[in-house]
């Protein structure tokens, strides 16, 4: 896929740290979720450092829009991921950013011999459903894991 001009698709920085969490913090205030407060947040470069883990970010006209992380799933089968902390800005959503991150994540995913992956989401978050279904992941009927995003009750799988 090709980016908008003025577009940049890439790895997380320790510097984007504090421009994320004001971003994953706007998104799930927007969508009502409680999670605001998830540690990790401040930390995004840190936690995505670990092995067979990225983090992505997209960055429009030298201004962050967003990200999203991929990672073992915790508690699951050594060959699932999970896509994780996917928050895009509403002013960069529509124009196939998400679908850039999303494929940026598959392709490190697949790299990293993972078989399957798993992302949760909550069940407001209807445009990151048509995403994931647009992609191949199926509806699951209970979660896996260990689990992100307590509240939510939307689990998708999709084989890599």
């Given at each position: 896929m090709t980016l908008p001009p003025g577009t940049v698709l890439r790895p997380i920085l320790p510097?984007?740290?504090?421009?994320?969490?004001?971003?994953?913090?706007?998104?799930?205030?927007?969508f009502g979720s409680g999670l605001a407060s998830d540690p990790e947040v401040d930390a995004m470069q840190r936690a995505y450092s670990r092995p067979r883990s990225a983090y992505y970010v997209v960055e429009r006209d030298g201004r962050l829009g967003g990200g999203?992380?991929?990672a073992p799933l915790l508690g699951g089968e050594e060959g699932v991921c999970e896509l994780r902390k996917f928050y895009l800005l509403p002013n960069v959503r529509g124009i196939?950013?998400?679908?850039?991150?999303l494929d940026q994540c598959l392709l490190s995913a697949r790299g990293f011999g993972f078989g399957q992956c798993y992302v949760e989401v909550l069940d407001r978050m209807s445009e990151a459903q048509r995403l994931l279904e647009r992609n191949?992941?199926?509806?699951?009927?209970?979660?896996?894991?260990?689990?992100?995003?307590?509240?939510?009750n939307t689990w998708y799988l999709r084989s890599l």
């Open positions: 510097r984007d740290d504090a421009a994320l969490a004001a971003i994953a913090r706007q998104v799930l205030a927007e999203v992380g991929i196939g950013l998400g679908q850039a991150l191949g992941f199926q509806l699951l009927q209970a979660r896996m894991g260990y689990g992100e995003l307590r509240g939510s």
